[in-house]
C-alpha cells in the first residue's frame, strides 16, 4: 500500500507527541512493527521509517530481539528544531521557556562579544539587513526579521561550535520571540535596543554588546512572565 509522506509525517508526529507528553513513558516496549502500523492504519515500511526518525532524534532506543523502547528525556535531542517544536506547547510551558532562556542568555551575550571582535564586512551587512527587515517603521517589529537578527550575530561569532547550533537556535528564538507577547510590549523600545546592540558591533565594543544582548534577553524573560527566582542569571551568582 502507498503511503504518502504527509500520512508519514502524522503518524510521526502523532507518536514524537506521545513520547513528548508522557502519554507513552519512558522505558516502555512499543508494540512490534506489524501491530503499530495495524494500529497507525499504515504499511510497515512507513512505521520503519518513522521509527528510524524518531531514533536518530534520541526519542526511542530499538535493539534486535528486545524491540523498540521510548528513552527518558535526558537522551532527547532537544535542541533538534522538530522536538523543540514538539515540545512547546506539551511540556509544561514554564519549563520549557525558562529552558530556552537560559540557553539564550549562556549563549547570545557571549556570541554578540565575539560578533563584535571578528565580523567581516559580509557577516556586518547582514546583521544590518536582519535590522532592516525587523525595523518596519521604528514602532513595530517583524518576528522574521527579529529571529534573523538573533542568527545573524550568532553565526557572525565566528565560533565553530556555537555556529553548529544552527537552525537548534533559529527554532529556540522562533519559540521565545514570537510566544512573549510581542503585540504587548513596547516595541519601539525593543527596536532601539537592538539599535543599540547592532552600533555596538559595528563599533567593534565587545563589553557593550555582551551588556545590551543581556538586557535584550532579560526583558524577553520578563515578556514571557517567568521571574527571576526561575532562571539563573550570570549576574546573580555570588
Known amino acids: 500500500?502507498?503511503?504518502?509522506?504527509?500520512?508519514?509525517?502524522?503518524?510521526?508526529?502523532q507518536l514524537a507527541r506521545q513520547i513528548i507528553g508522557g502519554e507513552?513513558?519512558?522505558?516502555?516496549?512499543?508494540?512490534?512493527?506489524?501491530?503499530?502500523?495495524?494500529?497507525?492504519?499504515v504499511s510497515r515500511t512507513t512505521i520503519r521509517d518513522?521509527?528510524?526518525?524518531?531514533?536518530?532524534?534520541?526519542?526511542?532506543?530499538?535493539?534486535?530481539?528486545?524491540?523498540?523502547?521510548i528513552r527518558s528525556i535526558h537522551s532527547w535531542n532537544l535542541l533538534d528544531a522538530e522536538v523543540l517544536n514538539w515540545s512547546c506547547?506539551?511540556?509544561?510551558?514554564?519549563?520549557?521557556?525558562?529552558?530556552?532562556?537560559?540557553?539564550?542568555?549562556?549563549?547570545?551575550?557571549?556570541?554578540?562579544?565575539?560578533?563584535?571582535?571578528?565580523?567581516?564586512?559580509?557577516?556586518?551587512?547582514?546583521?544590518?539587513?536582519?535590522?532592516?527587515?525587523?525595523?518596519?517603521?521604528?514602532?513595530?517589529?517583524?518576528?522574521?526579521?527579529?529571529?534573523?537578527?538573533?542568527?545573524?550575530?550568532?553565526?557572525?561569532s565566528g565560533n565553530m561550535f556555537v555556529a553548529q547550533f544552527g537552525g537548534a537556535i533559529r527554532a529556540a528564538l522562533h519559540h521565545t520571540i514570537y510566544l512573549s507577547g510581542k503585540e504587548a510590549i513596547d516595541q519601539g523600545q525593543s527596536i532601539e535596543n537592538h539599535r543599540q546592540l547592532l552600533h555596538a558591533i559595528e563599533n567593534h565594543d565587545a563589553r557593550s554588546s555582551y551588556a545590551i544582548m543581556s538586557r535584550i534577553l532579560k526583558i524577553t524573560v520578563a515578556d514571557l512572565g517567568l521571574s527571576e527566582s526561575e532562571i539563573i542569571l550570570a549576574d546573580c551568582l555570588p
Open 24 to 41: 507513552l513513558k519512558a522505558d516502555m516496549v512499543l508494540p512490534n512493527e506489524l501491530d503499530l502500523a495495524r494500529d497507525y492504519g
Open 50 to 69: 518513522v521509527l528510524q526518525s524518531l531514533e536518530e532524534k534520541g526519542l526511542l532506543e530499538r535493539k534486535t530481539y528486545k524491540g523498540t523502547r
Open 89 to 156: 506547547g506539551i511540556m509544561t510551558q514554564r519549563r520549557f521557556f525558562s529552558s530556552l532562556m537560559e540557553l539564550r542568555l549562556i549563549i547570545e551575550p557571549q556570541a554578540a562579544a565575539l560578533a563584535a571582535i571578528r565580523n567581516n564586512d559580509l557577516e556586518l551587512q547582514t546583521i544590518r539587513d536582519a535590522f532592516d527587515w525587523m525595523n518596519i517603521d521604528g514602532q513595530r517589529i517583524d518576528p522574521e526579521g527579529d529571529v534573523a537578527f538573533h542568527h545573524s550575530i550568532i553565526k557572525a
Open 1 to 13: 500500500m502507498a503511503v504518502s509522506t504527509k500520512t508519514k509525517h502524522v503518524v510521526r508526529d
